[in-house]
């Protein structure tokens, strides 16, 4: 049973702080309340008091309790949560450091301060008090992973410490892979660049070899062309001039000249221009003496104001026969051959154009 005497300080400091000092303490605790409950006079009787007879009513302010503000329990809980919470902090410097917490600045103090609190003295004791835990005995192993404690981390912070180091050596290493797939990709793509160069300078240059290759053929086989040309035809004359040309005009045509006039002295021997069958040898009025030959393509072949004929209709005749001399029959100014060239047998064209169409230098 409760009594309504009121708890002074003097009756909690005992229990509390030790031995009453009646000079130190109460100079530090004069700012708290000293007592607890209704207040009663020396000579009044001490009666019993029921907290909760006043919860069954409302308070008035007659029995109110004042805000606790500072309590030695209160207090001592107080102090107690600073305690742990500045030994959990010492322990995890010191774990997290290789040499302790006598190796961090400031660490050594921290842990003496806490000894001082009067709670924790006892807890936490002294090297001739209490036994000597391992200096490496972690405060937690929350986080500590099997693969943790197999690489021999125990520490929650050092695991942890652990971890962030592998996660920046595999990033470090996924970056190193990931620029050496890069530089490898590159030095491919630059090596595909060359290889293909490379490729379209072989493909240009060996287009351009089979190029020169068919010019040169095309050039030897037109020199083959015209040394054969050379050797299946022939000029008429070896010794002649040009006295009239191909398209002239003049009196003595009807409307223009129609062939060309190698003038040369009389009697002097016609050779037959290429190889082909003699279609007709007979007089032809203003033409004179005339031998037509027709060439193996149909093309005709006219020799005119002949002073004789050695050959006849139907005779074949080769390149370089003789089948004629030099003359001046029929409508003639002076002795000399008239050579025209029909290639359809009807349009003549100029004898010099095909003479030399067909290898012949003139």
């Not at 007879?53 to 600073?82: C, D, F, N, W, Y």
């Not at 020199?223 to 040009?242: G, K, N």
């Amino acid at each position: 049973m409760a009594s309504n005497r009121h708890a002074s300080l003097e009756d909690t400091h005992q229990d509390t702080f030790g031995p009453h000092d009646p000079h130190g303490a109460r100079d530090t605790l004069d700012a708290y309340p000293a007592f607890y409950g209704p207040t009663t006079t020396p000579d009044e009787p001490y009666a019993e008091w029921n907290p909760s007879e006043e919860t069954l009513r409302p308070v008035r302010g007659k029995h109110r309790v004042a805000r606790q503000r500072g309590g030695t329990i209160a207090r001592s809980r107080a102090v107690l949560g600073v305690g742990v919470m500045a030994a959990v902090g010492a322990g995890g410097m010191a774990t997290a450091n290789e040499e302790g917490a006598a190796g961090m600045p400031g660490v050594g103090a921290a842990a003496d301060k806490v000894k001082e609190i009067p709670v924790l003295g006892g807890l936490l004791g002294t090297p001739d008090t209490a036994e000597a835990a391992p200096a490496a005995a972690p405060f937690t192993s929350a986080g500590v992973t099997q693969a943790d404690i197999a690489a021999g981390h125990t520490d929650a912070g050092e695991a942890l410490r652990a971890r962030i180091l592998q996660q920046a050596d595999q990033q470090e290493a996924t970056a190193e892979a990931e620029d050496r797939a890069a530089a490898l990709e590159a030095v491919q793509a630059d090596a595909a660049a060359e290889a293909a160069e490379a490729a379209e300078a072989e493909r240009a240059a060996e287009e351009e070899r089979q190029r020169q290759a068919e010019e040169e053929r095309q050039r030897r086989e037109e020199e083959e062309r015209l040394r054969q040309l050379r050797e299946s035809y022939a000029l008429p004359l070896s010794d002649y001039r040009i006295s009239t040309t191909f398209g002239e005009s003049g009196p003595m045509w009807q409307t223009t000249h129609t062939g060309t006039d190698f003038a040369a002295p009389a009697g002097t021997p016609v050779k037959n221009v290429h190889t082909g069958t003699v279609q007709e040898a007979a007089w032809a009025g203003s033409y004179g003496y005339r031998v037509i030959i027709e060439l193996e393509d149909g093309t005709e072949v006219w020799y005119c104001h002949l002073s004789s004929m050695s050959v006849s209709a139907g005779q074949e005749v080769t390149t370089g026969d003789t089948i004629g001399a030099v003359g001046s029959t029929g409508n003639s100014s002076g002795p000399h051959l008239h050579l025209e060239v029909l290639p359809n047998g009807t349009d003549a064209i100029d004898p010099l154009a095909w003479l030399r169409d067909k290898g012949l230098s003139i």
